[in-house]
């Protein structure tokens, strides 16, 4: 499998994040069915930013830490989008990570 078709996979749950609702990355690789693949998820996150219809922001780890706030222009560009859609960050910490949690459905190929 290529990195590219890869991506696009991680792309198309992306964008089915509901909005005010976040994911993990090693979610969308266990929905991929590719459950050790968390850190190819970010590295396709963070290729995403000219994408303006991929909303990385929603894409944190499996804490609810936002790891990829640095790839974001702007140091508080990620939280500032996540506050925006009523999502309450404090230290770079998700409040309430459970109830803003969005699970992907997992794809059996």
């Known amino acids: 499998m290529s990195n590219d078709n ?5 792309y198309a749950i992306a964008k089915q994040i509901p ?3 976040v994911t993990s990355y090693g ?3 266990k929905a991929l069915g590719t459950a050790r693949s968390a850190r190819m998820v970010g590295w396709a996150m963070n290729a995403s930013h000219n994408l303006e219809d991929v909303p990385a922001h929603r894409v944190v780890n499996r804490k609810g830490l936002l790891t990829g706030k640095l790839h974001f222009d702007g140091t508080n560009l990620m939280q500032q989008l996540l506050e925006n859609e009523g999502i309450t960050v404090i230290d770079n910490q998700i409040v309430d990570f459970e109830k803003h949690f ?3 459905e997992v794809r059996i190929e």
């Open 6 to 10: 890869f991506f696009e996979r991680v």
């Open 19 to 21: 909005y005010g609702k």
């Open 27 to 29: 979610a969308i690789a």
């Open 102 to 104: 969005w699970q992907p």
